[in-house]
């Protein structure tokens, strides 16, 4: 098909309008596609279209799929997992960089961090602890950990949780490289920031194993406006240094043709200052610890490769500790210790040519250990020792029914059974038409149910004076997506999607409690644009726009707080015979400020839009060793990024990177 008749049917389709568009995918003649849904666990084989030559390749599901590899990531310079979230479309991330602050928000598709589900090879990582600034922090996770990051909606909640208003996050780690490889990275910047990076991996035999360390410390003392949080005498900003230390590994191994057992996982340890209040100045700290580990076995059944079964054990420890003095007159801290067990078993059935079923239990359970202390007379009668737990266990089916050459559809639901909110149903569908060869239509429905945390319904914040309440019930509603997958030409192609979400009983602080304080309706567009302009050369541009309007309470008709309405990024990279060289743009149209507002302010002020250039590039000084540079905010403009957190002017990264 000519390019001019492709823009013609891009248009007509256009035309009808998103709220009629429904999924599908593309077909380009080089392509082989294979037809299921994307399941984060899976390995790459199963998951993406195997193409021949440079041509451009889209995921054939119901809703859309984004990876970033690791490719992409040393190229734009990304330090953590927040980073390189925020190259993906349906991401509004304002906790990244200098000044990253954990209150300052994290969404997808309007919903935060524990209303999408975060996987490390497919198991879960997230916590929903919601006090004590305990969340699942991406800014704790090292790149060098990460072979890619695959983001996914619709019916991956069916497989993998109920709670995915927004979606799914599965961060795949690297499992060795075919030889044996050291590789060493140092790395120095403006405000005392230093990275130190050690890693080992390769294959011997049927073993593929990968070991590593990295280290990261920050003072984050720059200048910052008057009226920014945590603003000293000095005009600097005051208690945001940060220090991460993380140990990661895995190993995995053949047992047989037949047979693959792995085992992986992270310790991290950070400490570092809060800055969101910063009136007057916030002094607290926040201590982290988390470990992570998993052991996993794929099995192939009967003598074909049509039934696989997967079965993983897990366990997760989130340790969160937020101390302080009060006005320097009292003394504060709260401890959440939280920790689960996780089991899930998994069967994947290629029944005929034109039918795939996955099914399967997961089963979690949670411990929370709460502590509560503060020396202030008018709250200490709230101190205390919670010791609570919670069970989960569901049945999951997903079945994919490729009714004919051009159209497919999926429809699963999930049976959960929890210790505390009895047992609930959530159902999903999705389908996709190719339309020809170069447009496919998709859409996607999935119910929804997330439960309010431990921490919620039984701990007392001492931080923040925030009291639990126990008669919490779920929030729950549906999320959907429409949209269209387009090649433009054999290296362009674009992923166009409407997305929404209708969410009730929507946990929140009313009156310095824990409540279920109203209703939240979502709806927003994404876009994402990819252009291999030659082997050397690529680009991409997204954009999402999101409206997260509060349909119910003192703040009716508001967009949520902190999350912008528009976010946009665009990237232009160059890479061959070990140089790089790579600029990327930012755009976010500014947030609601929310809460603590300057006198004369209220809360319907929003922070100003900003727009952002990033420069990242490789310097090869012989074949094993390499010059890196970053330079950030080449415009040297100071801006706003949510809240009274400041991003500062130009600043520097320069290191060495070598490889054995």
């Known amino acids: 098909m000519k390019l001019p008749s492709i823009l013609h049917r891009i248009g007509l389709s256009a035309a009808i309008g998103l709220g009629m568009i429904a999924p599908a995918l593309a077909n380009s003649k080089d392509l082989k596609i294979v037809q299921n849904q994307p399941e984060p666990n899976n390995e790459t084989e199963e998951q993406e279209i195997v193409v021949t030559g440079e041509n451009t390749t889209l995921p054939p599901t119901s809703s859309p799929v984004y990876i970033i590899k690791q490719e992409e990531i040393n190229q734009q310079g990304s330090r953590s997992v927040s980073e390189v979230l925020r190259s993906l479309p349906g991401f509004a991330i304002n906790n990244f960089g200098f000044g990253a602050d954990i209150h300052t928000g994290t969404y997808y598709r309007g919903g935060d961090l524990n209303q999408s589900v975060f996987l490390l090879n497919g198991r879960p990582i997230g916590t929903n602890i919601n006090t004590y600034h305990g969340n699942t922090d991406l800014n704790s996770i090292p790149t060098e950990l990460i072979e890619k990051v695959e983001l996914s909606s619709g019916t991956s ?70 009226g920014a949080a945590n603003r000293d005498s000095e005009g600097l900003l005051f208690n945001g240094d940060t220090a991460v230390s993380n140990y990661f590994g895995g190993v995995e191994v053949d047992l047989d043709p037949r047979n693959t057992l792995s085992l992986d996982g992270y310790k991290v340890a950070s400490r ?125 089916a997903l079945n994919t029914w490729k009714i004919s050459e051009t159209v497919q559809a999926e429809i699963g639901a999930r049976q959960n059974f929890n210790s505390e909110f009895s047992s609930y149903f959530t159902p999903g569908v999705g389908a996709r038409w190719d339309a020809d060869r170069a447009i496919a239509l998709r859409a996607s429905w999935v119910g929804v149910q997330r439960n309010p945390g431990i921490d919620q319904r039984y701990v007392y914040d001492t931080v923040h004076n925030w009291l639990p309440n126990a008669n919490l019930i779920p929030e729950t509603g549906s999320s959907w997506t429409a949209g269209a997958d387009v090649i433009f030409a054999e290296n362009v192609s674009g992923q166009f999607t409407y997305f929404g979400s209708s969410l009730s009983n929507r946990l929140g602080i009313q009156s310095g409690k824990w409540n279920n304080i109203g209703l939240v ?42 999350l912008p309405f528009s976010v946009a990024k665009i990237g232009f990279g160059y890479s061959a015979e070990g140089w790089q060289a790579n600029l990327f743009a930012s755009y976010s149209s500014g947030a609601r400020r929310s809460i603590f507002n300057n006198p004369g302010e209220t809360i319907r002020d929003f922070s100003p839009g900003y727009f952002n250039l990033d420069f990242s590039g490789r310097v090869p000084l012989d074949k094993n060793l390499g010059l890196t540079v970053y330079l950030e905010n080449l415009a040297d403009v100071t801006y706003e990024k949510a809240n009274r957190i400041y991003q500062p002017g130009l600043t520097i990264r320069v290191g060495l990177e070598a490889s054995f």
Do not use: C, M
């Not at 366990?315 to 937020?322: L, P």
């Not at 954009?543 to 009716?556: L, S, V």
């Open 521 to 562: 309706n979502t709806n927003g567009l994404e876009a994402a644009l990819k252009w291999q302009l030659a082997p050397e050369w690529t680009t991409f541009l997204n954009y999402t726009y999101t409206n997260a309007r509060i349909e119910t309470g003192t703040e009716q008709g508001l967009q949520l707080g902190l």
């Open 157 to 226: 909640s069916i497989l993998y949780g109920s709670e995915a208003f927004g979606g799914v996050v599965n961060i795949i780690t690297k499992k060795g490289s075919e030889i044996p490889t050291f590789k060493a990275a140092i790395q120095y910047g403006s405000f005392n920031q230093s990275n130190y990076r050690l890693t080992y991996g390769g294959t011997e035999k049927n073993v593929k194993f990968n070991l590593g360390y990295e280290q990261s410390r920050s003072d984050n003392r720059y200048r910052v406006p008057v």
């Open 272 to 396: 570092r200052g809060l800055i969101y209040f910063g009136f007057p100045l916030q002094r607290d700290r926040l201590d982290h610890e988390k470990f992570n580990i998993g052991l996993g076995w794929k099995a192939l059944l009967g003598e074909g490769e049509d039934s696989t079964l997967r079965t993983t054990v897990a366990y997760n420890q989130d340790y969160f500790n937020t101390y302080g003095p009060t006005q320097n007159i009292y003394y504060r801290t709260g401890t959440l210790n939280s920790q689960a067990i996780a089991a899930r078993v998994e069967h994947q059935w290629q029944t005929n040519p034109a039918n795939k079923l996955t099914w399967g239990v997961d089963f979690q359970s949670n411990y929370l250990n709460g502590t509560v202390f503060n020396t202030a007379p008018s709250v200490a009668a709230l101190n205390e020792t919670e010791n609570r737990n919670r069970t989960n266990t569901a049945l999951f």
